[in-house]
């Protein structure tokens, strides 16, 4: 990738809003192909986080699934049955 940096920070791309513009199919393409996250600066400490659809619907149902603690603890049993 020419454009933008990895941050050694985070482990996600970084890039401007201009040169997200300029290269957007570029940046888009990174992001699905490699499951990237690319955060976009917008100056005075705002910005914006881009995933692909694959990793949203990850945190979704990852959110779902702890959003109770009935299914919580379904996980915490399935997960501890798994280590036995």
Excluded at 2 to 12: A, C, I, L, N, Y
Excluded at 22 to 29: A, E, F
Excluded at 56 to 69: D, G, Q
């Amino acid at each position: 990738m020419t454009h933008g940096f990895k941050s050694k920070t985070t482990d996600m791309l970084t890039t401007t809003l201009s040169d997200f513009q300029k290269h957007m199919k570029m940046y888009l393409d990174t992001i699905v192909k490699n499951n990237e996250v690319l955060t976009i600066n917008r100056g005075n400490e705002s910005g914006v986080v881009i995933i692909s659809l694959a990793e949203y619907n990850s945190l979704k149902a990852t959110w779902h699934e702890l959003s109770s603690k009935l299914n919580e603890s379904r996980l915490d049993s399935a997960i501890e049955k798994l280590g036995k």
